[in-house]
């Protein structure tokens, strides 16, 4: 009797462990997740939940390996790109922007290259922005830049993802949201300033003009008054 229960105990946990060793094979993969996987002899696959692919994979170590890619938008904030407009201006600027790896494939090939992961393709990235941001700036001027701040993003935008292309990452979007002077610079104090004076001048003009206008009405309605007045008599 004894022998009878152990061996429906050992059945039983026989048949829990493959259940569990089953049930941890099979993968569903995330929304924020694209899974590379390379089986021997059947070369690379891609799960994920996008249109057009398997969102569920059997996950077997022994003759499997793959790569986690995360697809969802990374946001990357890039601050003080020191810039220098085409007559060489000098002055800094910020950047956000959203990363997002459109070809799993491609960018598995990158992360696995790099021992930092996520963290190092962001820093790679950083410095793709910062370079192309920089190069740009000097085909504008800085008065351009700021009176078109987005198509100068587009622009920037545009080259930053001929960049990432061949890594099978994009950016989908980007806006440069802040400009400053330099130490020891004061181009954008500078020009400021400028604007501000031509504000005032403006104002001013506008000012006297309602003033001039007012006057006259006034001299008017002082004429009609006295017409008036010397008709009645």
């Known amino acids: 009797m004894v022998e009878l229960w152990l061996q429906i105990l050992i059945v039983v946990a026989v048949v829990i462990i493959a259940l569990l060793l089953i049930a941890n094979a099979y993968t569903v993969v ?14 690379r696959k891609v799960y994920c939940a996008r249109e057009g692919f398997k969102s569920s994979y059997w996950s077997v170590p022994i003759v499997q390996q793959r790569a986690i890619v995360p697809i969802e938008n990374i946001q990357l904030a890039v601050d003080n790109i020191p810039l220098r407009d085409k ?3 000098k002055f800094e600027g910020d950047v956000v922007s959203w990363l997002n790896i459109f070809d799993p494939l491609i960018a598995a090939e990158r992360f696995g290259k790099m021992e930092g992961g996520l963290e190092s393709i ?12 920089r190069n740009m700036s ?8 700021l009176t078109n701040r987005k198509d100068f993003s587009q622009d920037v935008e545009k080259a930053v993802n001929e960049e990432l292309k061949e890594w099978g990452m994009r950016l989908i979007e980007l806006e440069v949201i802040h400009f400053v002077d330099i130490e020891g610079y004061t181009v ?5 300033e400028r604007q501000a004076t031509v504000i005032n001048a403006e104002t001013r003009k506008l000012v006297a003009s309602q003033v001039k206008e007012a006057t006259i009405v006034e001299s008017n309605a002082l004429k009609e008054t006295e017409t008036v007045k010397a008709s009645n008599e």
């Open 30 to 43: 995330p929304p924020h997740q694209a899974h590379v996987v390379v089986s021997r002899g059947k070369g």
């Open 87 to 89: 007559s060489m201006a």
């Open 122 to 133: 962001k820093a790679d990235v950083t410095n793709v922005i910062r370079a192309v941001t």
């Open 138 to 145: 000097m085909y504008w001027t800085i008065i351009d830049i």
């Open 188 to 192: 954008i104090k500078d020009l400021e």
